[in-house]
Protein backbone atom coordinates (compact mmCIF):
# COMPACT_ATOMS: atom_id res chain seq x y z
CA UNK A 1 0.00 0.00 0.00
CA UNK A 2 2.89 2.54 1.16
CA UNK A 3 4.25 1.97 -2.34
CA UNK A 4 1.15 2.39 -3.96
CA UNK A 5 0.63 5.51 -2.46
CA UNK A 6 4.36 6.67 -3.26
CA UNK A 7 3.79 5.69 -6.62
CA UNK A 8 0.77 7.82 -7.49
CA UNK A 9 1.87 10.57 -5.94
CA UNK A 10 4.71 10.13 -8.13
CA UNK A 11 2.90 9.01 -11.02
CA UNK A 12 -0.01 12.28 -10.82
CA UNK A 13 2.21 14.86 -8.58
CA UNK A 14 1.37 17.76 -11.43
CA UNK A 15 -2.23 16.51 -11.15
CA UNK A 16 -2.94 16.35 -7.37
CA UNK A 17 -4.37 18.90 -4.93
CA UNK A 18 -1.37 20.22 -2.21
CA UNK A 19 -4.03 19.39 0.60
CA UNK A 20 -4.58 15.74 -1.30
CA UNK A 21 -0.87 14.68 -1.45
CA UNK A 22 -0.05 16.48 2.15
CA UNK A 23 -2.92 14.07 3.21
CA UNK A 24 -1.05 11.20 1.45
CA UNK A 25 1.92 11.75 2.64
CA UNK A 26 0.97 11.63 6.56
CA UNK A 27 -0.87 8.48 5.91
CA UNK A 28 2.31 7.26 4.54
CA UNK A 29 4.10 8.00 7.41
CA UNK A 30 1.72 6.56 9.59
CA UNK A 31 1.63 3.50 8.00
CA UNK A 32 4.97 3.14 8.02
CA UNK A 33 5.38 3.73 11.54
CA UNK A 34 2.24 1.52 12.53
CA UNK A 35 4.06 -1.64 10.59
CA UNK A 36 6.98 -0.95 13.17
CA UNK A 37 4.42 -2.58 15.82
CA UNK A 38 3.11 -5.74 15.97
CA UNK A 39 -0.33 -4.90 15.75
CA UNK A 40 -2.46 -6.10 13.10
CA UNK A 41 -5.66 -4.53 13.91
CA UNK A 42 -3.94 -1.01 13.50
CA UNK A 43 -1.84 -2.21 10.47
CA UNK A 44 -5.05 -3.18 8.78
CA UNK A 45 -6.89 0.36 9.95
CA UNK A 46 -3.95 2.60 9.13
CA UNK A 47 -3.34 0.48 5.50
CA UNK A 48 -7.25 1.12 4.88
CA UNK A 49 -6.84 4.97 5.84
CA UNK A 50 -4.13 5.10 3.57
CA UNK A 51 -5.99 3.54 0.29
CA UNK A 52 -8.80 5.72 1.35
CA UNK A 53 -6.77 8.84 0.81
CA UNK A 54 -4.69 7.49 -2.06
CA UNK A 55 -8.44 6.86 -3.96
CA UNK A 56 -8.80 10.93 -3.93
CA UNK A 57 -5.42 10.85 -6.06
CA UNK A 58 -7.29 8.87 -8.69
CA UNK A 59 -10.44 10.99 -8.03
CA UNK A 60 -8.66 14.46 -8.58
CA UNK A 61 -6.30 13.12 -11.23
CA UNK A 62 -9.48 11.90 -13.40
CA UNK A 63 -11.28 15.30 -12.67
CA UNK A 64 -8.23 17.19 -14.34
CA UNK A 65 -8.62 14.89 -17.43
CA UNK A 66 -11.93 14.60 -17.86
CA UNK A 67 -12.87 16.21 -20.46
CA UNK A 68 -10.28 15.81 -22.75
CA UNK A 69 -10.63 12.08 -22.05
CA UNK A 70 -14.36 12.36 -23.22
CA UNK A 71 -13.41 12.62 -27.30
CA UNK A 72 -10.72 10.24 -26.98
CA UNK A 73 -12.04 7.73 -25.64
CA UNK A 74 -14.88 7.82 -29.02
CA UNK A 75 -12.53 8.46 -31.55
CA UNK A 76 -10.18 5.29 -31.39
CA UNK A 77 -13.52 3.03 -30.24
CA UNK A 78 -14.77 4.04 -33.68
CA UNK A 79 -11.74 3.81 -35.73
CA UNK A 80 -11.07 0.25 -35.50
CA UNK A 81 -14.21 -0.78 -36.48
CA UNK A 82 -14.76 1.20 -39.40
CA UNK A 83 -11.03 -0.13 -40.56
CA UNK A 84 -12.43 -3.64 -39.76
CA UNK A 85 -15.44 -3.13 -42.28
CA UNK A 86 -13.45 -1.34 -45.02
CA UNK A 87 -11.02 -4.36 -44.83
CA UNK A 88 -12.83 -7.21 -45.25
CA UNK A 89 -14.43 -5.54 -48.70
CA UNK A 90 -11.39 -4.02 -49.31
CA UNK A 91 -11.55 -4.93 -53.12
CA UNK A 92 -8.60 -7.61 -52.77
CA UNK A 93 -8.95 -10.88 -54.32
CA UNK A 94 -8.58 -12.74 -50.80
CA UNK A 95 -8.99 -16.62 -51.80
CA UNK A 96 -10.88 -17.85 -48.29
CA UNK A 97 -9.45 -21.56 -48.62
CA UNK A 98 -8.07 -23.02 -50.68
CA UNK A 99 -8.03 -27.34 -51.64
CA UNK A 100 -7.44 -30.17 -54.26
CA UNK A 101 -8.11 -33.77 -53.82
CA UNK A 102 -5.11 -35.84 -54.70
Known amino acids: A ?3 AEKALLDFADKIPADVKS ?3 AE ?3 VRK ?3 SDDTS ?3 QATDNLMRVVQQIGAAAYQQS ?3 AGPTEEGPASGPG ?3 GEGGEGGEDVVEGEFRNV
Open 42 to 44: AIR
Open 2 to 4: VYT
Open 82 to 84: DQG
Open 34 to 36: VLE
Open 28 to 30: VAN
Open 23 to 25: KVE
Open 66 to 68: GPQ
